[in-house]
């Protein structure tokens, strides 16, 4: 799979580094961009900075030259993790004037993929609004909404709770978190 991981200036930058964490660009292709924002998050929030794994590409936000700035050559998914209320009022509304909102738009238009993780709260009814538009466009919201009935005792654990849903989402194979009544089964 073709996969643009697109990274925003929302509370959660352990959500990406999380989800880089456990995608493997020896089987996928993983391609990243970052809101300019997201590094002023990522430096508040992750003191050894992003870790980018070897073999993913990363791609200037200001530059179209990037293939998924085309409905020609776009992803098969798009995740926005974590995405702001701004870059998903945007998104929501076809803004495209960055890459990271065009590629957005080219996934959309083009019926692949396109999975939100935003991170608000507590919630207006503009980004509700949002959320409804985003809905019947096709997008997937997943909201960074952590699970406690696994028992997580670190922070990593309790954010790999909404990683693991993401990777099932992509359709990527994972363990990440414990599954409800998985010893059941
Ligand atoms: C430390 C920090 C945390 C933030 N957390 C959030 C958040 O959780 N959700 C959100 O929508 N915006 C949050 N913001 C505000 C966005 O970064 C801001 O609206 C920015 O313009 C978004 O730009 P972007 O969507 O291009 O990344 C935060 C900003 C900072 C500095």
């Known amino acids: 799979m073709k996969i643009l991981v697109a990274i925003t200036g929302a509370s959660g930058a ?8 456990n995608l493997d660009p020896t089987v996928h292709e993983i391609h990243v961009v970052m809101s ?3 590094q002023q998050v990522i430096a508040h929030e992750l003191p050894a900075g992003l870790r980018l794994p070897a073999g993913v590409q990363t791609h200037n936000l200001k530059s179209m030259n990037m293939p998924f700035a085309s409905g020609s050559n776009p992803p098969d998914v798009m995740v926005v993790i974590p ?3 701004g870059t998903l009022g945007r998104i929501a509304h076809g803004y495209s ?4 909102l065009r590629a957005a738009d080219v996934v959309l238009k083009e019926r692949r993929r396109l999975i939100l993780v ?7 009814l503009v980004h509700v609004k949002n959320y409804e538009l985003l809905l019947l466009a096709g997008a ?22 909404v990683v693991a849903r993401v990777l099932d ?7 990440l978190a414990p599954r409800w009544a998985e010893e059941d089964e």
């Not at 997937?140 to 709770?161: C, H, M, Q, R, W």
């Not at 989402?169 to 363990?175: A, M, T």
């Open 36 to 38: 300019h924002y997201a």
């Open 97 to 100: 004037e960055d890459v990271l």
């Open 169 to 175: 989402h992509l359709g990527v194979p994972n363990k």
């Open 14 to 21: 352990l959500y990406a580094q999380r989800l880089l964490d």
């Open 83 to 85: 995405c702001t209320m």
């Open 140 to 161: 997937t919201i997943l909201p960074a909404n952590p699970s406690f009935y696994a028992g997580a005792k670190t922070v990593t654990e309790l954010a790999d709770t």
């Open 118 to 124: 935003p991170r608000e709260t507590p919630l207006s």
